[in-house]
């Protein structure tokens, strides 16, 4: 059985600024826009599968969505994958900074 590593939002906002690692956020496009944390690449669960590609395993990945749930589903899978992945418990609900926006869908 595989063990899924976790981070809690206190924990993870501490480290945000020297954290070297990629951060996923697999909520839906229009989520995301709405408000994700800075640098973060969006990459919706129901299109992770199809876009593994675009991930290393020699980088680690920091998982978010919302409230935690979608995010521990990705954090399983591309664990199952080979892939050094954490979950960032609580989702951008928790997240205490500014949120950025995206104003260039169509």
């Known amino acids: ?35 994700h944390l800075p640098g973060t690449v969006n990459i919706p669960l129901d299109e992770l599968d199809k876009r593994l590609e675009e991930l290393s395993r020699e980088n680690a990945y920091h998982i978010i969505c919302q409230r935690g749930i979608k995010s521990v589903q990705a954090t399983a899978f591309l664990s199952s994958k080979g892939f050094d992945v ?21």
Do not use: P
């Not at 954490?86 to 869908?105: A, V």
């Open 1 to 35: 059985m595989l063990t899924m590593k976790s981070i809690s939002m206190r924990d993870f906002q501490e480290q945000f600024d020297n954290l070297e690692t990629t951060i996923i956020d697999v909520r839906g496009v229009d989520l995301y826009a709405q408000g």
């Open 86 to 106: 954490t979950n960032i418990d609580g989702g951008t609900i928790k997240w205490n900074g500014q949120l950025e926006q995206s104003h260039d869908l169509l």
